[in-house]
């Protein structure tokens, strides 16, 4: 298996993975797959980030990593948003999604960032270092429980001081 950069012939093909994938999420709006085509638009995109399992010439794994911000008094912040994560459901619970996240921390910290936020399951993400993204001072913007606001900082302390809203997801 191999963890590689989503390439731009791949795209439909990574709508479809996604749209199938979230059928089976514990929680999902059913629109996961046309939020993947709003971020790669938005211009918080990072191709470097866009990542892509695969194993014997097919797909089976994709997550993205976007450019998001914690805003504090007019100050923006920039930080990254996971989101989504998906695993074809005939490979899941072997690892590949933790691999996928695992990689792209280790490439979101090599191009200099230091933090990352989403909205998920505490359940799933706690083992990477997430945290209820409340514990730094960071509340969403919409009426998401806190506990399923999180934050991940890549450097120790990179989120001190940074409080504020955030409109991730
Ligand atoms: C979430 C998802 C990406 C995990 O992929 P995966 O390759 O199976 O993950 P891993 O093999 O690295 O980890 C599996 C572990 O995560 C747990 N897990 C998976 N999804 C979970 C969830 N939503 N909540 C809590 N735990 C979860 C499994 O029970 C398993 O636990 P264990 O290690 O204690 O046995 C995959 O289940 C998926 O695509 N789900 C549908 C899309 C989705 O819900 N994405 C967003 C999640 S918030």
Known sequence: MVIRREKPEEFSQIYDLVKVAFQTAKVTNGQEQDFVN?????????????LVAEENSKLIGHLMLTK?????????????????????LEYRNQGIGSKLIK?????????GYTSILLVGDPAYYHRFGFKAAVNFGIKHTHNIPDEYVMACELVPGALYGISGTTTCC
């Not at 923006?76 to 948003?81: N, V």
């Open 68 to 88: 998001t911000y914690i805003i504090n008094n007019g100050n923006k912040y920039e930080t990254l948003l996971l989101a989504p994560i998906s695993v074809v």
């Open 38 to 50: 709003q971020l790669r638009s938005n211009g918080n995109y990072i191709p470097e980030l866009a």
């Open 103 to 111: 990689e792209s921390f280790k490439l979101a910290n090599d191009m």
